[in-house]
């Protein structure tokens, strides 16, 4: 099938990377992914792996990462798409956790984590999400009350991504309880803290080789020295960078799309039904015509946004509306693609069953499909 479109988003040193990163793929992921998602977990030297190959960071200056720009973060994001390598949480840790050290953090706080993160000697997550306050970060009740020169953290965290693996962790929570979303507040807590403790390995309908856990504090005792940028300035830190997840998103739903889209037609090309190959029925040509088209369509709005985002002109409307209509488009594509592929689509052994349960999620996280319909409204 010829390329969607002629993409001008990326340089010559991008398209080096993506060759850089395909090797590893190939070599370190997709031949033990399947193992990886019986296990529930990706084995840390893969990380250890990754981060020695120059893969964790990109974005970031040196030494804190490879010395790149979004376009090295979003090749990165796309081979994780085309190998559905869905138990890799390297988006989240280089593009999510390690930026907001990068933007809030101190140069003490920079040298001490990142450099170890970009070597993939420190994993990342972020904890936000609550068992009663979701999407909702105002609604956060973990609390962190200044004692002397510490913090002290009581509360809990769930679904977060990177959980087990996890080994410095940004948590969300109230230093001024009584501000609601003005009294938010960034702390890290670092693995092995007294009372910080990892719950269960939860198990979900999908990414089933990525790790998501609960985690909870209980007293635990982190130094000011851990708080990032400024205390109670967290919401809106959490809203200047939620566009970048959110495009994180939409990347890698619109590279699953054109994965599984030309995966169907080499499918429906080989497949005979009825003395012919399934892709000579017209409803098969049309379905996938129509699939192309939307495919075409979603591609040139996601490289927009990145690019305005690479020039940190993307806002947060527009951010929700590629996340929203990605998404969508990655959930009912990826039904249609299963349905080509008749039974073995249901079968594990084709990719295309685990992706369309994958896909699933993207409308969750990230801020759900309502709160970014929210933010599109609050323009109209």
Known sequence: MQDLIQRTIYREDHEQFREQARRFFEREVVPFHAQWERDGIVPKEVWRKAGREGLLNTMLPEPYGGGG???????????????GASGLGFPLHSDIVAPYINAYGTTEQKDRWLPRMAAGELIGAIAMTEPGAGSDLKSVRTTARLDGDHYVINGSKTFIT????????????????ELGAKGVSLIVVEEDTPGFSKGRKLEKIGLMAQDTAELFFDNVRVPVGNLLGEENMGFKYLMQELAQERLVVAVRAAASIETFLQKTVDYTRERKAFGQTVFEFQNTRFKLAEAKAQATMLRVFVDDCMALHMERKLT???AAMVKLNATALQNRLLDEFLQLHGGYGYMTEYQVGRAWTDARVGRIYG????????????TL
Request: aromatic share 2%.
């Open 69 to 83: 720009d979004f376009g090295h973060a979003a090749i990165l994001i796309e081979e994780v798409a085309r190998t």
């Open 162 to 177: 990177n959980g087990i693996n996890s080994e410095i962790v940004i948590v969300v929570a109230k230093t001024a309880p």
């Open 316 to 318: 947060p409307e527009r």
């Open 367 to 378: 801020g759900s499909d309502e709160i970014m319909k929210e933010i599109i409204a609050r």
